[in-house]
Antibody, heavy 122, light 107 residues
Framework: EVQLVESGGGVVRPGGSLRLSCAAS????????MSWVRQAPGKGLEWVSG????????GYADSVKGRFTISRDNAKNSLYLQMNSLRAEDTALYHC???????????????WGQGTLVTVSS | SSELTQDPAVSVALGQTVRITCQGD??????ASWYQQKPGQAPVLVIY???NRPSGIPDRFSGSSSGNTASLTITGAQAEDEADYYC??????????FGTGTKVTVL
């Protein structure tokens, strides 16, 4: 069974740091790109960051660029998100998702993990 | 604009057809994918590419695209289809972007 399990969320003060992890199982991890997507309470989905299969290419939403860093360890089947200089508006449920590609199609996210909650509050 | 715009809410009578639209300039170059999200659950992929359904998604879900608009159609809506629906695609910088989301109510 393909599975993604996030961890590392918690309560952090504004300006603080947190590192999220996503453990992948049930598929060949280094065959796929991965992404982080967040959802603030009562709000819509927001793509946060993505990384290609070997970590050689990354992308970030403007809202987190310069503060967040995505990385992966293919030997450990794990994806990470290092979050620095956290703000109240970063409070959200953070999901990791596998990025799928096919000829003639724009990439898509499947499956998704259940998410880990990050709360930025003083 | 790099935004993907959706109607905030639509309603459909049980067994009838509803179309959810997603508008954005990037859709002239990229296909949209569509995600269903029920309260307290992670999003689930329902449509990707030109009109492809993942295994396990009922064939009442279909996708289409024309110009700057992508559409998700539910033909014969069921009570279990009541959920939030989000489109997603790439923007002009190559990054992903989600639509604003549509809440579907089945009456």
């Amino acid at each position: 069974e393909v599975q993604l399990v996030e961890s590392g969320g918690g309560v952090v003060r504004p300006g603080g740091s947190l590192r999220l992890s996503c453990a992948a199982s049930g598929f060949t991890f280094d065959d796929y790109g991965m992404s982080w997507v967040r959802q603030a309470p009562g709000k819509g989905l927001e793509w946060v960051s993505g990384i290609n299969w070997n970590g050689g290419s990354t992308g970030y939403a403007d809202s987190v660029k310069g503060r967040f860093t995505i990385s992966r360890d293919n030997a450990k089947n794990s994806l990470y998100l290092q979050m620095n200089s956290l703000r109240a508006e970063d409070t959200a449920l953070y999901h990791c998702a596998r990025v799928n590609l096919a000829v003639g199609a724009t990439d898509w996210f499947d499956p998704w993990g259940q998410g880990t909650l990050v709360t930025v509050s003083s | 604009s790099s935004e993907l715009t959706q109607d905030p809410a639509v309603s459909v009578a049980l067994g009838q057809t509803v179309r959810i639209t997603c508008q954005g300039d990037s859709l002239r170059s990229y296909y949209a994918s569509w995600y269903q999200q029920k309260p307290g659950q992670a999003p689930v992929l329902v449509i990707y590419g030109k009109n492809n359904r993942p295994s396990g998604i009922p064939d009442r879900f279909s996708g289409s695209s024309s110009g700057n608009t992508a559409s998700l159609t539910i033909t014969g809506a069921q009570a279990e289809d009541e959920a939030d629906y989000y489109c997603n695609s790439r923007d002009s910088s190559g990054n992903h972007r989600f639509g604003t989301g549509t809440k579907v109510t089945v009456l």
